[in-house]
């Protein structure tokens, strides 16, 4: 972490500045300092920028290995797709068997006793 240099910081370095490197080479010291700065900037913002095309790179390349998983979950092994018709072919006939009226089956084999007393939900003995 870079120390905070306020405004007193600021004018002690100006002033040793000046007292040291002299009010004639001053405005060369500042403009190579300031180039300086310029190139340390531009270094930063290049090692940042390659770091950001890397990333960009890997999600680029985790996308593709998604799509490339997804496309393989659509394949099936042939043998196993084989199956998987004939399975289908069978539940299809099946259905088709079990909703077809043209032939309707009775499905309950025991007839339902008949009763003259109207239904209720409580089992209450008639009265005698």
């Not at 299809?92 to 089956?105: A, V």
């Amino acid at each position: 972490m870079l120390p905070s240099i306020g405004f007193p910081e600021m004018l002690v370095i100006v002033l040793l500045a000046i007292i040291f490197v002299g009010p004639k080479d001053l405005p060369q010291l500042m403009r190579t300092i300031g180039q300086w700065m310029a190139r340390i900037k531009s270094m930063g913002n290049e090692f940042k920028s390659a770091f950001d095309d890397m990333d960009v790179d890997n999600e680029v390349a985790a996308i593709r290995r998604e799509i490339e998983e997804m496309k393989s979950l659509g394949k099936l092994d042939p043998e196993l797709e084989g199956e998987m018709r004939a399975l289908d072919k069978d539940i299809r006939e099946d259905i088709r068997e079990g909703t077809d009226m043209s032939s309707p089956r009775r499905t309950d084999p025991k007839p339902k006793p008949k009763n003259d007393a109207p239904s209720s939900d409580l089992d209450i003995p008639p009265n005698e």
